[in-house]
């Protein structure tokens, strides 16, 4: 695994096959596509960001790269992907073997360029904050307290809007510092940009232009009429903290049996329009707070009546479902508008009930926004996550805007589409394939908002027919990808991200070891996991645990070592051994096993699965478990139930929660008190050392995980018992003395892996 480590720390890429199967055959073959797991703003401390323009070639417009073939004497480069001859401009003149540009050293495949010409933003960063107020009193609290520490956070010069919503919806005047001055919208009704200016009387010292688009201060807006709304950091902490402070609860009457009406969509769609109208193109983020669900207006997801249950899975695959369609109609027009002004949507959903996540989940992950999903305003998950947002330091999550990403690739590989956080810019080229997954149909695609961690899962297809000719293969066997990502860096400047990577393709009868040798089990984990919560999405009737199977067994059945018809011969290569397992855990998951979670809370973890990088994925889909005892240091144990034993901790991390779990004679020691007795203090050392870990974990990760503390035979045991192999179940032979049981029927490891043995040597 080491060497693809090693391959991710420099370029931030991840790929199934290291070494490509070079046709299309070859590839069909291969079971798991080719693709690559990109994130294109990993920190790189030795990087070098280069203060010129890129020199482009001037057929396929890619960038000069360590892979391009220089003639120092003529002043040429010929282009890796399209084999274009470029001449060098007069200012690489002095250019010789021991005079390279930065872009040409071998050791800097990823560079980074901020051109002078780009001059940084005007329009420092803006957020918008969304405040849902149809919340009991003591939540209200909460989220008062946690936006006023947050806003403390916040840079200088960044601009502050505020919108708070229940029934109607309020635009508060941040910039009318004598009173607070609301406009108020209603909202059941629609409003469009035009309606919103009009009414917030936008037009007053100004008058309306006649024709084109309003759009900032550029086209029609005066910057008096802005400020009134976006208010700068440093200037509004007074009349912010007034409002948030006599902020009440929404006054309108609720009888006993219907919901609060709440009316989410109008709010946003309010939130938009003004930022489009204000401030289009800017690093602009909508920050929504939302503490139930949306009842009103064009995206609501249930009716007022409590009779009528929020829907869930059952409902969506019997689609009886009146308000969904509609709804999702809805946010995917808001997010086309929103990718157009280049702005962020956020969501910060703290409720026992559901809000409406899998509806908002096409705006939020369209513009690339973050989500985090709690159950309170008051917990942890939602407290620490919303103070990560805006943390500096060597936590911060460096967040980023309007992003643009292109691929570039050698003639015969196409792109099907990115499986992540982006939207298409429907730039139709000679690079794209017939088949079409997640984002697709285009070369380039939009990141509206982008950080540290976002990770983009590319697909792409071979082209290439079958090669006739042994010799040709020989002389060009490399494949070159390109990946340019422009964007605004959190100082304002713009910058242009370059990586390019090259890949030997193998074709022909000797070519299965060279493909095991260059095989990533981890990234085709991940890559696996993307494309099966993508089809359970978006195709009716998929089974994802049939697929996932015979995904497997053709994958076995093709680089395994067997005698045919021969279960107990069968073998894998150690560079495959691992990936049963994945595949194991995978179907077990909750990306693939839906039961017991609600369509918000599947939406809300396919979300962060699709844009994490390969590392936290793989803790997604198969935890970590970590066994802390007196008899040895910490060491990683087998994600099983013979794990469980009475004198042990267990450290699970599942991503979204880490557990710690005493064994019952540590608990009963525990309770006794013995770890505050001074001839105990091995006994406290044992105890504090799982704490440590976990918090270096929650420390690094966003959205902050949930902490939990359990016991052996304690009902909150059972986040650890979900994620173990059921090695041991109700009605085994003999437990294990000490250890425990799960009470399921669900197949164990070892049972699996005995079937895919016997189907793999058919």
């Known amino acids: 695994m080491t060497e693809f480590l090693d391959l991710e720390a420099q370029d931030g890429v991840r790929m199934p096959w290291n070494v490509v199967p070079g046709t299309r055959q070859e590839a069909a073959g291969c079971v798991v596509p080719v693709s690559a797991v990109y994130t294109p703003l990993r920190p790189f401390p030795s990087m070098p960001v280069l203060p010129y323009s890129p020199l482009r070639c001037r057929n396929c417009r890619s960038v000069l790269n360590p892979f391009s073939i220089v003639d120092f004497a003529a002043k040429i480069w010929i282009c890796p992907l399209c084999f274009q001859r470029n001449h060098f401009p007069p200012h690489y003149a002095s250019i010789s073997d021991d005079n390279l540009p930065a872009e040409l050293f071998p050791q800097y495949t990823?560079?980074?360029?901020?051109?002078?010409?780009?001059?940084?933003?005007?329009?420092?960063?803006?957020?918008?904050?969304?405040?849902?107020?149809?919340?009991?009193?003591?939540?209200?609290?909460?989220l008062k307290s946690a936006l006023l520490r947050a806003i403390e956070l916040l840079p200088e010069n960044s601009l502050i809007g505020l919108i708070t919503f229940g029934t109607l919806v309020h635009v508060h005047e941040l910039g009318f510092g004598q009173i607070s001055k609301t406009y108020v919208f209603k909202g059941s009704k629609e409003v469009n940009k035009e309606q919103l200016l009009e009414q917030m009387s936008f037009f007053v010292k100004k008058?309306?232009?006649?024709?084109?688009?309003?759009?900032?201060?550029?086209?029609?807006?005066?910057?008096?009429?802005?400020?009134?709304?976006?208010?700068?950091?440093?200037?509004?902490?007074?009349?912010?903290?007034?409002?948030?402070?006599?902020?009440?609860?929404?006054?309108?009457?609720?009888?006993?049996?219907?919901?609060?009406?709440?009316?989410?969509?109008?709010?946003?769609?309010?939130?938009?329009?003004?930022?489009?109208?204000?401030?289009?193109?800017?690093?602009?983020?909508?920050?929504?707070?939302?503490?139930?669900?949306?009842?009103e207006g064009q995206g609501a997801i249930v009716s007022k009546s409590l009779s009528e249950p929020i829907?869930?899975?059952?409902?969506?695959?019997?689609?009886?479902?009146?308000?969904?369609?509609?709804?999702?109609?809805?946010?995917?027009?808001?997010?086309?508008?929103?990718?157009?002004?280049?702005?962020v949507l956020d969501l910060f959903a703290c409720a026992l009930d559901q809000v409406g996540v899998a509806e908002l989940k096409v705006a939020v992950e369209r513009t690339g926004g973050l989500v985090v999903l709690a159950e309170s305003f008051g917990h942890s998950v939602?407290?620490?996550?919303?103070?990560?947002?805006?943390?500096?330091?060597?936590?911060?999550?460096?967040?980023?805007?309007?992003?643009i990403f292109e691929i570039n690739c050698s003639k015969d590989i196409k792109v099907q589409g990115i499986i992540g956080p982006c939207a298409s810019l429907e730039k139709k080229g000679p690079l794209c394939s017939d088949t079409v997954v997640g984002q697709g149909n285009t070369t380039a695609w939009k990141l509206c908002g982008l950080d540290k961690a976002t990770s983009l899962c590319l697909i792409f297809d071979i082209v290439k027919k079958e090669s006739p000719d042994a010799t040709i293969q020989s002389t060009s066997n490399q494949f070159y990808f390109q990946f340019l990502t422009y964007y605004q860096h959190n100082s304002g400047q713009m910058r242009l991200r370059v990586t390019t990577l090259s890949r030997?393709?193998?074709?022909?009868?000797?070519?299965?070891?060279?493909?095991?040798?260059?095989?990533?089990?981890?990234?085709?984990?991940?890559?696996?996991?993307?494309?099966?919560?993508?089809?359970m999405e978006s195709e009716a009737d998929f089974d994802p645990i049939r697929w996932l199977d015979r995904a497997l067994i053709?994958?076995?059945?093709?680089?395994?070592?067997?005698?045919?018809?021969?279960?107990?011969?069968?073998?894998?290569?150690?560079?495959?051994?691992?990936?049963?397992?994945?595949?194991?855990?995978?179907?077990?998951?909750?990306?693939?096993?839906?039961?017991?979670?609600?369509?918000?809370?599947?939406?809300?973890?396919?979300?962060?699965?699709?844009?994490?990088?390969?590392?936290?994925?793989?803790?997604?889909?198969?935890?970590?478990?970590?066994?802390?005892?007196?008899?040895?240091?910490?060491?990683?144990?087998?994600?099983?139930?013979?794990?469980?034993?009475?004198?042990?901790?267990?450290l699970l991390d599942s991503y979204f929660t880490v557990v710690i779990f005493h064994g019952a004679t540590i608990a009963q020691w525990r309770k006794a008190g013995y770890q505050n007795q001074p001839e105990h203090q091995a006994f406290a050392q044992l105890l504090q050392a799982?704490?440590?870990?976990?918090?270096?974990?929650?420390?690094?990760?966003?959205?902050?995980?949930?902490?939990?503390?359990?016991?052996?035979?304690?009902?909150?045991?059972?986040?650890?018992?979900?994620?173990?192999?059921?090695?041991?179940?109700?009605?085994?032979?003999?437990?294990?003395?000490?250890?425990?049981?799960?009470?399921?029927?669900?197949?164990?490891?070892?049972v699996f892996l005995d079937h895919l043995q016997r189907l793999a040597v058919q």
């Open 110 to 142: 990823t560079i980074e360029y901020a051109s002078p010409d780009d001059r940084p933003s005007a329009v420092p960063p803006v957020f918008m904050f969304v405040v849902d107020t149809c919340l009991i009193e003591e939540e209200l609290g909460f």
């Open 207 to 295: 008058p309306r232009p006649t024709t084109g688009v309003i759009a900032g201060v550029r086209d029609g807006l005066d910057a008096e009429s802005i400020a009134r709304f976006l208010v700068p950091a440093s200037e509004c902490e007074f009349a912010l903290n007034s409002v948030l402070d006599e902020l009440q609860k929404d006054p309108w009457p609720v009888a006993s049996d219907q919901r609060a009406m709440r009316c989410t969509s109008t709010a946003l769609s309010v939130a938009a329009g003004l930022l489009g109208a204000c401030v289009p193109g800017s690093g602009a983020r909508i920050m929504a707070f939302i503490g139930g669900p949306s009842t």
């Open 311 to 343: 829907r869930s899975h059952k409902d969506l695959d019997k689609d009886s479902v009146p308000h969904y369609h509609k709804a999702v109609k809805f946010y995917e027009g808001l997010s086309k508008q929103l990718v157009n002004q280049g702005h």
């Open 382 to 403: 939602f407290k620490d996550s919303l103070k990560r947002v805006f943390q500096s330091g060597e936590y911060d999550l460096g967040l980023s805007s309007n992003g």
């Open 504 to 535: 030997r393709w193998v074709a022909g009868p000797g070519s299965v070891q060279d493909l095991v040798a260059g095989f990533d089990q981890e990234a085709a984990a991940v890559v696996m996991a993307r494309q099966v919560s993508f089809k």
């Open 554 to 650: 053709q994958l076995c059945s093709r680089f395994g070592d067997y005698q045919k018809d021969s279960p107990s011969t069968f073998s894998l290569s150690p560079r495959l051994s691992i990936f049963p397992q994945f595949i194991f855990h995978l179907r077990r998951s909750q990306f693939v096993q839906v039961f017991n979670n609600s369509p918000d809370e599947t939406a809300y973890f396919r979300m962060i699965l699709n844009r994490e990088n390969v590392v936290n994925s793989v803790v997604m889909i198969q935890p970590s478990l970590i066994s802390y005892s007196f008899h040895s240091g910490p060491e990683p144990a087998f994600l099983d139930v013979a794990a469980i034993a009475a004198d042990r901790i267990l």
């Open 690 to 750: 799982p704490c440590d870990d976990a918090d270096t974990i929650i420390k690094e990760r966003f959205p902050v995980p949930r902490l939990v503390v359990c016991d052996q035979h304690g009902s909150q045991a059972r986040f650890l018992l979900a994620k173990l192999n059921p090695s041991a179940t109700y009605n085994s032979e003999a437990p294990v003395p000490g250890g425990d049981v799960i009470f399921t029927d669900d197949v164990s490891f070892e």
